[in-house]
């Protein structure tokens, strides 16, 4: 809604696209269809969406690895987010996606909005697609320890903190972010070379 899981997206971006050989491509699932009424999303203070493509489920199958960004809502993704999966049901019907690497990132309002919960919740969508989800785990090193500042993100995956929409990811946010799209990107050409 605030534009945080994009800029996250855009640093993964970034880091996939620093490994040899991988092109990587964003799309904002962020404008998959609205499910709230205009004058809800006007008493939040949302601002336009941007111009990123939108996805369709089927241009999934054309991918090799995904790393899927959404917010928060009561500790599991988005309802919008949640209704773009559950129309992937041919792709599952299909298993066109079985196989294929996955990780997640998401952005919550607080410490306490979710963000393993997130996570964990997410994973069953990956799951009954048969797609392998790769967690960054502590792979992030000496980031994931920080404890002077105030850090989204997990072993899950990357992740930031929004506020009521003010608070922007941080730089150590945004580096983890890179990781994650460094560390799924060479993970997912690996598994593309062996294949």
Known sequence: MYGHVERLAQ??????????????K?????????????????KMSAPPKSDVPIITPNELSEA???????????????????AFLDATGGL????????KPAGIFYSTSSQGGGQ??????AITQLVHHGMLFVPIGYTFGAGMFEMEELKGGSPY???TYAGDGSRQPTKLE???A???GMYIATITKKLKESA
Not at 70 to 79: H, N, S, V
């Open 157 to 159: 995956g990357s992740g």
């Open 92 to 99: 599952w019907k299909t298993q066109q996606l079985a196989g």
């Open 116 to 121: 393993e919960t997130t996570a964990l919740t």
């Open 11 to 24: 640093e993964i971006k970034k880091g996939a696209d620093s490994v040899e050989g991988v092109e990587a």
């Open 174 to 176: 945004l580096e983890q």
């Open 178 to 180: 890179f990781h994650q």
């Open 26 to 42: 964003l799309h904002d699932h962020e404008q998959v269809p609205e499910t709230l009424a205009d004058v809800v999303l006007g």
């Open 64 to 82: 090799d690895g995904f790393v899927f960004g959404f917010p928060t809502r009561f500790g599991m993704m988005a309802a919008q987010f949640k």
